[in-house]
């Protein structure tokens, strides 16, 4: 049932640019001379780390409006779902789109989110990461909308800051699903007296769940919104532990065809011989790049993140493969190896 036409096209050009997300502030460092850093970087990236024991699938998220289009657009969901059988964990690695990086294969320096338009995504993380990915699921909102309304919704901490500021994106979304406008808008009657950061617990259908985890401009930018989209998605497992095995045929027949995958039939029937098992396994959540190992900067007119790719690849190797269960126990693994110039690449402590 799921959609395994393989996207092959390749854009040339430089990737579009929404105009309303450019700054005015003048660029903070020179666009060629860090292109040539961050080619040096790659020419001595060392191999992918891989293993039996793990399955890195890549999960993009489809904008509506490209959806809408049928185009491919530069993705603002960008998560890896990480399937340890031997320590028993998932963990979900929200990826930030305004990673700068450079494109070998395009000759271009862009964010993050651009190479998913270009058709290179999963060879840049590759590249800037050191992990292989093994498959990827594209899942458009349309059918993200589907499957919270197959598991009956979803109960999230809502602030009232962040129920005023799902009703942009929900009357874009109402747009696009024909619904009469101000649909499932959240009463303002329900934060009466209640302060800007000041929470209530509600429960989400899809158009709502699917308005939150785009939500954007409330708190602290995509920082928050990749964290959002990861406590979206934890609850989303958390209520399908609760189907049964009727509701759960009812949940893939209706989503399946509205994914587009490259897993094979081998892959897809492991999967769901081991899906009750997967379920009792520890979820771990990572944002790259964590915090202290980023910069701001602005490039080409742009906002974005200058990560230490050496530090946050490592972070990602730690909780994925290794035993670290957070950023925090990742970090402090980083910096004890690093404290004596640890080689990831001999195993040698140099003093």
């Not at 999960?59 to 059988?85: A, F």
């Not at 190992?293 to 230490?308: G, H, K, Q, R």
């Amino acid at each position: 049932m799921l959609d395994r036409t393989k996207d092959t096209k390749i854009n040339s050009g430089r990737a579009p640019i929404n105009s309303s997300e450019l700054t005015s502030e003048a660029d903070t460092f020179d666009a060629k001379e860090k292109e040539d850093e961050l080619k040096a970087q790659l020419q001595k990236q060392s191999s992918k780390i891989s293993s039996e024991d793990v399955t890195n699938i890549l999960l993009i998220g489809e904008d509506i409006r490209d959806t809408e289009e049928e185009s491919r657009g530069n993705t603002d969901v960008m998560m890896i779902i990480s399937i340890n059988t031997k320590n028993k964990t998932i963990t979900m690695t929200s990826l930030m789109r305004d990673m700068y990086i450079y494109m070998a294969q395009f000759d271009e320096g862009n964010r993050l989110n651009s190479a998913y338009w270009h058709g290179g995504f999963e060879q840049c993380i590759e590249d800037y990461f050191g992990i292989q990915i093994d498959r990827y699921a594209r899942v458009n909102f349309y059918s993200f909308i589907d499957i919270v309304e197959t598991v009956g919704g979803i109960d999230m901490e809502v602030s009232k800051a962040e129920a005023e500021g799902m009703k942009k994106p929900m009357a874009e979304q109402n747009k696009y699903l024909k619904n009469k406008k101000g649909t499932d808008y959240i009463s303002d009657d329900i934060f009466a007296g209640k302060g800007d950061e000041d929470k209530v617990k509600l429960h989400l259908n899809g158009n709502q769940a699917l308005a939150f985890a785009r939500l954007r401009y409330v708190g602290n930018s995509d920082y928050e919104r990749t964290e959002r989209q990861r406590r979206v998605i934890s609850e989303i497992i958390t209520e399908s532990k609760k189907l049964s095995l009727v509701q759960l045929d009812k949940l893939l027949n209706k989503v399946l065809p509205e994914i587009n995958t490259d897993l094979t039939d081998g892959e897809i029937a492991n999967l769901l011989l081991n899906a009750f098992d997967y379920m009792k396994y520890d979820i771990q959540q990572l944002r790259i790049p964590a915090d202290g190992y980023f910069t701001n900067e602005v490039i080409y007119s742009m906002d974005v993140l200058n990560p230490d790719f050496a530090a946050n690849s490592a972070f990602i190797q730690y909780i994925v493969y290794g035993s670290c269960k957070n950023i925090d126990e990742a970090i402090k693994q980083y910096q004890e190896e690093n404290a004596y110039n640890y080689s990831y690449d001999t195993g040698y402590y140099g003093y």
